[in-house]
């Protein structure tokens, strides 16, 4: 099974990026979160691996850090959590917020993330609570746990996530700006990150 990949960045979207190593192309999917953190394309980049097999399809799943690939072992483990659900939870919490929210039994913030309803909050507090407390952020360092993160960069709002995200498909930052606004004031406060992205992509086509 493939662990990790190292090498460039070829293509990189929405949900998911092209990764060429040595003249082979990998195509992965990614959460919001990592991608918003994504270095340019055409710059090296690695990304640790989960690869799920079915009878028709081998998929790769990517990740940037330890906690954001052990959060989503551990979806992967509560009942009727496939691969793209876990992922979409992974889009809408930073890997820190998430195990919080777990470890905590918020399952009012958890049914607020894409394709979480009331139920599914209920089983992932149940099944996962005990599990997360390795991966709860460090207080003495805001570090989360399960080891380092590989980009050091402090996103400081979830607005800055959304431009950050914006910038990285190819919109000016200005332009971005103005997106990440018009999507936040279209879908409200509480919306998703990933919901804003979709709404911003939407509001830029006109």
Do not use: C, W
């Not at 092209?18 to 394309?41: F, K, N, T």
């Not at 009942?79 to 979409?88: E, I, L």
Request: no cysteine.
């Amino acid at each position: 099974m493939i662990a990790s990949l190292q090498g460039t960045l070829s293509e990189k979207r929405l949900d998911e990026v092209v990764i060429d190593v040595h003249g082979v192309g990998y195509r992965v999917a990614i959460s919001l979160m990592a991608q918003a953190r994504l270095p340019p394309e055409g710059d090296p980049i690695a990304l640790r691996i989960r690869t799920i097999v079915r009878e028709d399809a081998l998929d790769l799943y990517g990740f940037l850090t330890v906690a954001e690939e052990d959060l989503f072992r551990l979806l992967m483990s509560v009942s009727q959590v496939g691969p793209k659900a876990a992922m979409n939870i992974l889009s809408g919490l930073e890997p820190g917020d998430l195990a919080k929210a777990i470890a905590s039994g918020d399952t009012g913030r958890l049914t607020k993330l894409h394709g979480v309803g009331k139920k599914t909050a209920e089983r992932i507090v149940l099944e996962l609570k005990d599990k997360v407390t390795p991966l709860l952020p460090d207080k003495a360092t805001g570090q989360t746990g399960g080891g380092p993160m590989r980009i050091e960069r402090a996103i400081s709002s979830r607005e800055s996530d959304l431009v950050t995200a914006l910038t990285s498909l190819g919109y000016k930052p200005a332009q971005a700006e103005r997106l990440a606004d018009k999507a936040e004031q279209s879908l409200g406060k509480d919306a998703t990150i990933e919901s804003l992205v979709k709404e911003a992509l939407r509001l830029a086509r006109g």
